[in-house]
Nanobody, 119 residues
Framework: QVHLVESGGGLVQAGGSLRLSCAASGRISSINAMGWYRQAPGKQRELVAD???????NYADSVKGRFTISRDNAVNTAYLQMNSLKPEDTAVYYC?????????????WGQGTLVTVSS
């Protein structure tokens, strides 16, 4: 079983910054991709950003130029640096990971961390 633990959410004023962290642990031998999703009240969960093992990244149009995803593969941790935050960025942010435990594919979700941006 894989565990993802997120941290770094909180309340920030519009224009401010936050940095989210997601640490993976447990029965995982390799991680192919780690990413961040978010779900605002009354809306579906959407991709914010993800990063493949080779380093390629993918961002939602709404966060391009403001958010940056990064990974420290040595400690199986992903980060999301969020700058120039807007009230519409308010959501619960979830970490997601895909990988393998030896030859067994697996994926996991974190418990979510709340980001609130005040106007």
């Amino acid at each position: 079983q894989v565990h993802l633990v997120e941290s770094g959410g909180g309340l920030v004023q519009a224009g401010g910054s936050l940095r989210l962290s997601c640490a993976a642990s447990g029965r995982i031998s390799s991680i192919n991709a780690m990413g961040w999703y978010r779900q605002a009240p009354g809306k579906q969960r959407e991709l914010v950003a993800d990063m493949a093992g080779g380093g390629s990244t993918n961002y939602a149009d709404s966060v391009k130029g403001r958010f940056t995803i990064s990974r420290d593969n040595a400690v199986n941790t992903a980060y999301l640096q969020m700058n120039s935050l807007k009230p519409e960025d308010t959501a619960v942010y979830y970490c997601h990971a895909r990988g393998y435990y030896y030859a067994v594919p697996l994926q996991a979700w974190g418990q979510g961390t709340l980001v609130t941006v005040s106007s």
